[in-house]
């Protein structure tokens, strides 16, 4: 029997939301899952604090609502402690970009095995309305009412130089896109990110500003790094640039717990295992 994916709690996100999208394409991919004869009781997901993590209370399946910015502590260990499990991690841009960032960089360096899912409304909209990392030059905010004086910084520049070894960007009114790119990174062995463009329809409603913006990456060589590197550098300082979604590099190499077992070597045949492991992957 397939389970009913959608909670009965009452959903209390604003109408509009962009984290309507986000629930309603996993869903479908855990449903897409279940009929492929995967169990969902083998499907984490861990969400930060924010109005994302209400994701939790929405889908039907095992969550933990912890700390706001701890997504990956959390889910790095679930996933080394039970690494058949597929974990999901949901965070803010507030959540993971402020917060969480530290974690964020090394699970990224670390190539962890889990799949980071960012609602990335570049606000605060749980406590209406203050500036993030992601908020653009002049955002006027409860915290800034006179607009930003600093430029956001680049989410997807900064896990290519962290070793994310899956990198994406989405956007919620292109589903079934953010639906392949999501789908992909959890079938991604190692550290896959999605960054979502998401608007927030209380306080951030950025809607006309992306469709206007938003183009598909056709043709770009994902296994190039400097090429992903120059794309993620394209929308970045200039507002008014074209915005590109889709899997901007991806590359195979050995998951942190795929080294995780050698730990009760002796330092020399550990670090020989390492490397091989490396090489083989090259
Ligand atoms: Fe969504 Fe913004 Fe409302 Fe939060 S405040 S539920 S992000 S529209």
């Given at each position: 029997m397939t389970r009913n994916l959608i909670t009965p709690a009452q959903n209390t996100w604003c109408p509009g939301c962009g984290n309507f999208a986000i629930q309603h394409t996993l869903k479908d991919i855990l449903a897409g899952l279940e009929k492929e004869g995967?169990?969902?009781?083998?499907v984490v997901m861990v969400t930060g604090i924010g109005c994302h993590a209400k994701i939790a209370d929405y889908l039907n399946i095992n969550s933990v609502y912890t700390l706001h910015g701890r997504t990956i502590p959390v889910a790095t260990g679930i996933k080394l402690a039970n690494p058949k499990l597929t974990v999901i991690c949901c965070a803010g841009d507030g959540d993971a970009y402020a917060e969480g960032l530290d974690h964020l960089i090394f699970a990224a360096k670390r190539n962890i095995d889990l799949t980071m899912i960012v609602h990335n409304n570049r606000v605060y909209g749980l406590t209406t309305g203050q500036y993030t990392p992601?908020?653009?030059?002049?955002f006027k905010g409860k915290s800034t009412p006179a607009g930003t004086t600093e430029y956001p910084f680049n989410p997807l520049e900064l896990m290519l130089a962290s070793g994310a070894t899956y990198i994406a960007r989405g956007y919620t009114r292109k589903m079934p896109q953010l639906a392949q790119l999501i789908r992909q990174g959890i079938a991604h062995k190692g550290f896959a990110f999605i960054d979502v463009l998401q608007i927030c329809a209380s306080f951030f409603n950025m809607t006309e500003y992306y469709q206007s913006r938003v183009y598909d990456l056709d043709g770009h060589d994902t296994a190039d790094f400097e090429k992903a590197c120059a794309k993620s550098r394209e929308w970045d300082y200039n507002l008014d640039a074209p915005i590109a979604l889709g899997v901007f590099f991806e590359r195979a190499l050995p998951t942190f717990d795929d080294r995780y077992p050698s730990r009760d070597m002796s330092v020399g045949e550990r670090t020989r295992r390492i490397r091989d492991l490396f090489e083989a992957a090259r």
């Open positions: 995967r169990s969902l009781d083998d992601t908020s653009p030059l002049g």
